[in-house]
């Protein structure tokens, strides 16, 4: 008997270490739109999201009302300009590739009056050659560093040159014998003339990898044989710094032109000087060489990272959202007999922190949320996409993207809104429909002048052991 309870005992601490979504499941049957909806507690606009797949980009207002929809804009992601101007794709390179064809600029109509593709011509297999702009992940078009709302700092609708995440197959047998799928950010102008660039594989000697990491990103460098190209970085966020409190006092790591991104297979944030191309700030691979990385913690797989922006509550911390999950390149372990993703995490948590000495100065995770460390880590959880957004009012607008879950909590981190994506689609015709949401941003009520404000509806939810659906 003591034997078979030493057992028992084992299995459940073997399920904990796995992660606690071996023991929870979510629930088949729940409701969309907008679920929890506190007017006077939230930041009050509309909201900009992917509904992914052909059905393209959904603007909704509080209450969850879908007030216009651009079928086929794809968003990786999708960014509304003042004027009712909308960023995005209008097709993907194919299966097995993240590559957008394009970038455009839509009016309210869903007219192009923008459009970038001509970075790259691309020949695959079977295919006639084609020019793509190769955008993956992110962009940002000048005016604003960050691609959401910042009072005074509007991006240009009407001209300006746009900052844009792209991909450049190269070698490089310093890092590994196989094809690298590299991250290329460039800068083009409105007329379409690419007028800076950088490509990561050009640093690799700057992004301070142990010799153990080297060896393991050498032989499993993120390998795709579908794609025939290695993803050995996967940058998924890049923005510029713009105006801040560290460069004002002198510190050129800051410079406002610089461009922080994250490296979702190395665990990486990184800052780019834009004049010499040189990272001249970085958290991770390794969150133990130093006192201040280990009390910040490891990050795994980040998404969004970027500076609050001036004039928002934090402007000049570090906000991210980091995933959890599977990430990292290092020595082989029981999570990986490779050393391909070597650290796990199975919760998320959305943290800001002091870019100089490191210090986190909020959080939101399972444990700050109230919820029982580990035995309820599933309650805040997306292993890969999402985002954060620091809103005027100080309250913050998450992205909890693979569940489709998009809400807002106050300092305090109270839930004043909350809404669940109904937009489903099959990613692979193998498995279930899922209603991931890649990144969502919170504009305000006046970027939309062919819209009337909409009326602002509470949204109290029913308590949810007394909610019954009826027969």
Not at 377 to 395: D, E, H, K, T
Not at 441 to 446: D, K, L, T
């Given at each position: 008997m003591f034997i078979r309870l030493k057992?028992?005992?084992?299995?459940?601490?073997?399920?904990?270490?796995?992660?606690?979504?071996?023991?929870?499941?979510?629930?088949?049957?729940?409701?969309?739109?907008?679920?929890?909806?506190?007017?006077?507690?939230?930041?009050?606009?509309?909201?900009?999201?992917?509904?992914?797949?052909?059905?393209g980009a959904v603007l909704i207002d509080m209450n969850g009302n879908t007030v216009k929809q651009w079928k086929g804009l794809l968003g990786y992601p999708n960014k509304l300009l003042p004027g009712g101007y909308v960023m995005g794709n209008t097709g993907n390179r194919g299966p097995g590739h993240s590559d957008r064809i394009d970038l455009v600029q839509v009016?309210?109509?869903?007219?192009?009056?923008?459009?970038?593709?001509?970075?790259?011509?691309?020949?695959?297999?079977?295919?006639?050659?084609?020019?793509?702009?190769?955008?993956?992940?992110?962009?940002q078009r000048e005016g604003n560093p960050v691609g959401y709302y910042v009072p005074g700092m509007d991006p240009l609708f009407n001209k300006g040159n746009?900052?844009?995440?792209?991909?450049?197959?190269?070698?490089?047998?310093?890092?590994?014998?196989?094809?690298?799928?590299?991250?290329?950010?460039?800068?083009?102008?409105?007329?379409?003339?690419?007028?800076?660039?950088?490509?990561?594989?050009?640093?690799?000697?700057?992004?301070?990898?142990?010799?153990?990491?080297?060896?393991?990103?050498?032989?499993?460098?993120?390998w795709s044989a579908q794609r025939g190209s290695a993803d050995w970085l996967h940058i998924n966020s890049m923005s510029t710094l713009g105006p801040n409190k560290w460069h004002y006092a002198g510190d050129q790591r800051f410079h406002p032109d610089n461009i922080i991104?994250?490296?979702?297979?190395?665990?990486?944030?990184?800052?780019?000087?834009?004049?010499?191309?040189?990272?001249?700030?970085?958290?991770?691979?390794?969150?133990?060489?130093?006192?201040?990385?280990?009390?910040?913690?490891?990050?795994?797989?980040?998404?969004?990272?970027?500076?609050?922006?001036?004039?928002?509550?934090?402007?000049?911390?570090?906000?991210?959202?980091?995933?959890?999950?599977?990430?990292?390149?290092?020595?082989?372990n029981p999570i990986s007999a490779t050393g391909l993703f070597n650290a796990q995490r199975d919760y998320s948590r959305v943290i800001e922190f002091d870019p100089v000495t490191l210090k986190i100065v909020w959080e939101y995770s399972p444990a700050t949320a109230g919820y029982q460390?580990?035995?309820?880590?599933?309650?805040?959880?997306?292993?890969?996409?999402?985002?954060?957004?620091?809103?005027?009012?100080?309250?913050?607008?998450?992205?909890?993207?693979?569940?489709?879950r998009i809400f807002e909590v106050t300092p305090e981190r109270e839930i004043v809104w909350e809404y669940m994506s109904p937009f489903f689609h099959s990613r692979n015709p193998r498995f279930k429909p899922?209603?991931?949401?890649?990144?969502?941003?919170?504009?305000?009520?006046?970027?939309?002048?062919?819209?009337?404000?909409?009326?602002e509806r509470a949204v109290i939810p029913p308590d949810n052991s007394q909610f019954r659906i009826q027969p």
């Open positions: 057992l028992l005992f084992a299995l459940v601490i073997f399920s904990l270490a796995l992660g606690s979504e071996m023991l929870f499941a979510y629930p088949s049957v729940y409701p969309t739109g907008t679920t929890i909806y506190k007017p006077q507690k939230t930041w009050n606009g509309y909201t900009i999201l992917d509904a992914r797949g052909a059905l009016d309210w109509d869903g007219k192009i009056v923008w459009k970038f593709n001509r970075a790259e011509e691309v020949k695959d297999p079977g295919k006639e050659a084609i020019w793509m702009a190769r955008q993956h992940h992110d962009y746009t900052l844009i995440l792209a991909h450049k197959n190269v070698k490089n047998p310093k890092i590994t014998d196989k094809l690298l799928l590299d991250d290329y950010i460039y800068e083009v102008n409105w007329e379409g003339k690419i007028v800076w660039e950088w490509l990561a594989s050009y640093h690799f000697d700057e992004l301070g990898f142990s010799e153990e990491a080297k060896n393991t990103l050498y032989r499993h460098p993120a991104w994250s490296s979702r297979h190395a665990n990486i944030i990184a800052i780019v000087d834009k004049k010499s191309g040189k990272i001249v700030w970085r958290v991770g691979p390794d969150y133990t060489a130093t006192p201040a990385l280990r009390e910040l913690r490891q990050i795994i797989g980040p998404h969004h990272p970027h500076i609050i922006p001036k004039g928002l509550p934090g402007e000049g911390n570090i906000l991210v959202f980091d995933n959890g999950a599977l990430g990292g390149y290092g020595a082989p460390p580990r035995v309820e880590n599933y309650r805040f959880y997306s292993g890969f996409i999402s985002s954060a957004q620091r809103l005027p009012n100080a309250n913050t607008l998450i992205t909890e993207g693979l569940n489709g899922m209603n991931e949401v890649y990144r969502a941003y919170r504009v305000p009520y006046e970027w939309v002048p062919q819209l009337k404000k909409p009326m």
